[in-house]
């Protein structure tokens, strides 16, 4: 006994403490698909209204977000009790997933009860990764509001906060929202997993994503203030075709419809495009025949998809280049911190006075010089292609860069999103019981064998080991080229290409989750071989 005692992981010794913090309990036996589908929509909707309730004592003018690009992805609004969106939940698991592949915690997730340390420690990091964004942004990037501020100065709120600390109370208090928000989120997404179909954070993306492919296809709202051109990609066409004389359609007009800033038409048609291509390369699998051992006749097929390892590790990558993003801007901001602080190699930004800011041509987000640019997101042909063809009116969005620069930073950007795409599909197969081994272990139990094989999981690995890892790098470079490829494309509602991506394949999974549910609920002896409650 002492031996196996000495076997256990050190985070047994934090399970006194995650077993204390709120959860979401399992259900007992089966879930009627009828609640499964209601949970899904009261927790989409419960989204919503979250993306619209703002943050109480937030200057929201003076609101600074470096997230702005990486929006669509991390499923947040800017201001709202979402700001953070499901970037802690996903660096949470980023880290626990690279500890456990690199085989730094000791944990069997076979096991039951390694499995519940596992998913307890995760809950805690979560926690942890909330105050480590939360924290930053208020103090560098989110303003109180002067009233909210005055209010709080009042003297002594209660007689335990002294009068005049009303600037860093109300930090505090906006602190204390996101954690809220942030924590609500983990909570609905372990509803959706437990009690409804696929995943919350996949449904909240897609939820995202939808929301600003929509809107920015149709909005009839002015781009700009003064200016009577609507922000939409149709109200805008149509404008111009309808209020435009011939002659000057002919000149610029055509220009301004397909690639004139916001939503383009190219950027429609790149959407378009992407929906397809996804779907195209969702449905593309190789197909290992399979024969019951004793049940003679009984036959059946082992799909390996081409997109084996799902859309995880492009967000996975992009969760790491979102926090690349925050802290850069947040060390730029600091120059008197020794080493780190305001170091243009890391990466510069422009003042807040600056020509282009003030013009609105770039954000002050938007990095201009260090590593932070040459890792940042390219935003549609208006980064990279439209400046070669007309330097002169669209030479602003080099942002200051010779065209040399510009290449290493696509370049840059592309071999991030296929490598690190490749690198966390490995990881991610490795940890979700998605490898060879646990493949043939899985098959073995259910009976089924390779005809013409022996019936060993060590010949059956064999055979899958031909494929399973390969099919996993070209899944991982696949997913990564396709969201990058969306991005120098450009998408409608600044979705981004990897957000496009991402919501088609999780539309597709959400949609095939749905079909098998409900083959679930007419043949119930079905449940057991996908895994379902009883």
Same mark, same amino acid.
């Given at each position: 006994m002492p031996l196996e005692e000495k076997k256990k992981s050190r985070l047994y010794a934090l399970k006194p403490l995650t077993d204390r913090l709120p959860a979401v309990t399992r259900p007992e036996g089966h879930v009627q698909f009828r609640t499964k589908m209601f949970w899904v929509i009261a927790i989409l909707v419960l989204y919503f209204v979250m993306t619209n309730i703002y943050i109480y004592g937030l200057d929201q003018a003076n609101v600074i977000d470096f997230f702005s690009s990486l929006r669509a992805i991390l499923a947040g609004a800017q201001g709202s009790l979402m700001h953070l969106g499901i970037g802690p939940i996903v660096t949470a698991s980023i880290i626990m997933q690279l500890f456990a592949g690199a085989k730094i915690i000791n944990l069997d997730l076979e096991d039951d009860e390694d499995k519940s340390v596992y998913q307890g420690t995760q809950k805690l990091l979560v926690i942890i990764m909330i105050f480590v964004e939360a924290i930053p942004q208020v103090y560098?990037?989110?303003? =109180?509001?002067? =009233?909210?501020?005055?209010?709080?100065?009042q003297p002594e709120l209660f007689g335990l906060i002294p009068a005049g600390n009303g600037g860093s109370l109300a930090k505090l208090i906006i602190i204390a929202q996101l954690f809220a928000g942030s924590y609500l989120v983990f909570l609905m997404d372990e509803?959706?997993?437990?009690?409804?179909?696929?995943?919350?954070?996949?449904?909240?993306?897609?939820?995202?994503?939808?929301?600003?492919?929509?809107?920015?296809?149709?909005?009839?709202?002015?781009?700009?203030t003064g200016s009577a051109v609507p922000a939409g990609t149709i109200p805008k066409t149509l404008y111009y075709l309808g209020n435009m004389p011939s002659a000057q359609l002919s000149q610029t007009g055509i220009e301004q419809i397909m690639v004139g800033q916001p939503n383009p038409l190219i950027a429609l048609f790149g959407t378009i495009a992407i929906f397809f291509m996804v779907a195209y390369v969702e449905s593309t699998r190789i197909e290992l025949p399979l024969a019951h051992g004793l049940a003679r006749g009984a036959r059946g097929r082992y799909p390996i998809r081409l997109m084996y390892a799902s859309n995880i590790p492009v967000i996975l990558v992009a969760?790491?280049?979102?926090?690349?993003?925050?802290?850069?801007?947040?060390?730029?901001?600091? =120059?008197?911190? =020794?080493?780190?602080?305001?170091?243009w190699w890391l990466g510069a930004y422009p003042s807040a006075t600056d020509l282009r800011v003030t013009s609105g041509q770039i954000q002050q987000t938007t990095p201009i010089g260090g590593i932070a640019f040459y890792v940042s997101t390219i935003n549609g042909v208006a980064d990279w292609l439209l400046p070669l063809f007309n330097p002169i009116q669209y030479g602003v969005y080099l942002k200051g860069h010779a065209y040399w620069q510009v290449v290493i930073h696509l370049v840059t950007y592309l071999s991030i999103m296929v490598f690190g795409s490749v690198m966390f599909a490995k990881f991610w197969i490795m940890t979700t019981n998605m490898g060879p081994e646990d493949v043939a272990k899985q098959i073995e139990s259910s009976g089924m064998q390779i005809p013409g094989f022996r019936r060993d999981p060590r010949i059956l690995r064999r055979v899958l080991d031909r494929y399973i890892p390969v099919v996993a790098v070209i899944s991982g470079a696949a997913v990564g080229a396709l969201a990058a490829g969306a991005d120098m494309i450009g998408t409608v509602g600044n979705a981004s290409g990897t957000g496009v991506l991402l919501a088609v394949g999780i539309l597709i999974q959400t949609y095939e989750a749905i079909g098998r549910e409900q083959m679930m609920e007419m043949h119930p002896?079905?449940?057991q071989f996908f895994g379902a409650n009883e």
């Open positions: 560098g990037f989110l303003t =109180p509001a002067a =009233p909210f501020v005055t209010r709080l100065n509803v959706v997993s437990k009690w409804g179909i696929g995943s919350g954070i996949s449904l909240f993306i897609a939820g995202g994503v939808a929301q600003q492919i929509f809107t920015g296809t149709f909005n009839w709202e002015p781009s700009q969760a790491v280049l979102a926090n690349v993003s925050m802290f850069s801007l947040l060390f730029w901001q600091h =120059p008197e911190w =020794p080493l780190i602080g305001h170091q002896v079905l449940r």
